[in-house]
């Protein structure tokens, strides 16, 4: 079974919004703080948000804060990304991420494969 599932991705214009989902699998990773990140062409992975099961805890980047919401659904294991006022260069493949210690240092154990944001302007 695929441990991290992601979906919601797609090609949209700026000021539009974005739902990206991300279902996990398997009771330990369910466990686990979720996040995304993103890489845009020619740059480093970063950091966007991550959140935790237990309290719904959230942080965000700097650069995405204000217009990205991070949830999560417990019952259905899944964590989503909610993003609002897109820019053109919010334009990355986005990566639901797992890690014990996601939340605090940002480190990631388990990976889904990505999906594409793409955002004209």
């Known amino acids: 079974q695929v441990p991290l599932v992601e979906s919601g991705g797609g090609l949209v214009q700026a000021g539009d919004s974005l739902r990206l989902s991300c279902a996990a699998s398997g009771r330990t990773l369910s466990t686990y703080p979720m996040g995304w990140f993103r890489q845009a062409p020619g740059k480093e992975r970063e950091f966007v948000g991550a959140i935790t099961w237990r309290t719904g805890s959230t942080r965000y980047a700097d650069s995405v804060r204000g217009r990205f919401t991070i949830s999560r659904d417990n019952a259905k294991n899944t964590v989503y990304l909610q993003m609002n006022s897109l820019k053109a260069e919010d334009t990355a493949v986005y990566y639901c991420?797992?890690?014990?210690?996601?939340?605090?240092?940002?480190?990631?154990?388990?990976w889904g494969v990505g999906t594409q944001v793409t955002v004209s302007s």
């Open positions: 991420a797992a890690g014990l210690r996601l939340y605090v240092t940002r480190e990631a154990d388990y």
